[in-house]
């Protein structure tokens, strides 16, 4: 069991890993006038205090090396990051996809964990664009509100994976989601646990296989701050990836050359970025 809830993780190399690459596509998907709609079905809490007691337990918090890179690809993302740094604050997800958003673009939040919805509701108070928040199951908000009224958006998949089935799951909800919404794009963060390989692999083939195009079209994202070999007891993070299906132009390029920055900046032991 992993149990990854985001308020005891904000600002860790996950939320850095996600973050940059969700910026890069938004970054991409603003460069039509198009408005285009975002939907995060595990939102989170929104906004977390760097001093919250939750945080202050794992100590992963790094995003500030981040901020102060100067890593130009994801400059949208460390300024956004500064931003609320100032205020003693990290922005999860749904903060940076308001930041970045513009107005003609609509932005919808799923979250069903008790405290954590109430805190997205108040941090929303605080968003630049005021979002759409459901107080739902994330994989059936997905799947309810796809295709979204405009045919251009991005679909932000990221659950606690408390048990084997969530990587059932969403290779079950990104399927059911492409054949909805064949020009959406899918942002899928998943953990790098060694007694999850499988179940990880299988969760790929599964997404892999779905795929409309008859050329690659998913970006595969990983970040290894350790060694497998080093984390093999239960719930033992030693990484993360993304999985971006129907991945815009020129991201794959953007990637590769932020990755080996970030990588050094937080003193990872490795990084890859594939297509599929």
């Known amino acids: 069991m992993l149990s990854y809830i985001h308020a005891y993780h904000a600002g860790n190399h996950a939320d850095i890993i996600k973050h940059a690459a969700l910026s890069l596509v938004i970054e991409a998907l603003k460069k039509k006038?198009?408005?285009?709609?975002?939907?995060?079905?595990?939102?989170?809490?929104?906004?977390?205090?760097?001093?919250?007691?939750?945080?202050?337990?794992?100590?992963?918090?790094?995003?500030?090396?981040?901020?102060?890179?100067?890593?130009?690809?994801?400059?949208?993302?460390?300024?956004?990051?500064?931003?609320?740094?100032?205020?003693?604050?990290?922005p999860g997800s749904p903060a940076l996809e308001s930041e970045l958003m513009r107005d003609c673009d609509e932005l919808i939040l799923s979250e069903l964990h008790p405290r954590a919805i109430e805190e997205l509701r108040a941090a929303a108070e605080r968003f630049p664009h005021k979002p759409r928040i459901h107080f739902r199951d994330g994989y059936e908000t997905a799947i309810a509100l796809t295709p979204p009224k405009t045919k251009r958006g991005i679909c932000v998949i990221d659950p606690?994976?408390?048990?084997?089935?969530?990587f059932e799951k969403c290779a079950e909800t990104i399927v059911k989601i492409r054949k909805r919404w064949p020009a959406g794009i899918i942002a899928l963060w998943y953990p790098l646990v060694a007694h999850r390989i499988m179940e990880i692999s299988?969760?790929?083939?599964?997404?892999?296989?779905?795929?409309?195009?008859?050329?690659?079209?998913?970006?595969?994202?990983?970040?290894?701050?350790?060694?497998?070999?080093?984390?093999?007891?239960?719930?033992?993070?030693?990484?993360?990836?993304?999985?971006?299906?129907?991945?815009?132009?020129?991201?794959?390029?953007?990637?590769?050359?932020?990755?080996p920055k970030i990588a050094e900046t937080l003193s990872a032991r490795s990084w890859s970025v594939d297509t599929l």
């Open 33 to 90: 006038d198009k408005p285009f709609t975002i939907i995060d079905t595990h939102a989170g809490s929104g906004i977390y205090r760097i001093d919250d007691e939750r945080l202050r337990k794992t100590n992963e918090f790094v995003a500030g090396a981040i901020a102060d890179a100067g890593i130009p690809e994801i400059k949208s993302y460390a300024d956004t990051a500064r931003k609320y740094a100032e205020s003693g604050e990290y």
């Open 202 to 259: 299988m969760m790929k083939e599964r997404i892999r296989a779905a795929s409309q195009k008859g050329e690659p079209d998913i970006l595969d994202v990983q970040l290894e701050m350790r060694s497998p070999a080093e984390m093999t007891g239960l719930a033992s993070l030693y990484g993360s990836g993304m999985f971006i299906v129907n991945f815009p132009y020129t991201i794959d390029e953007k990637i590769s050359a932020a990755m």
């Open 160 to 166: 606690s994976y408390e048990d084997a089935g969530d």
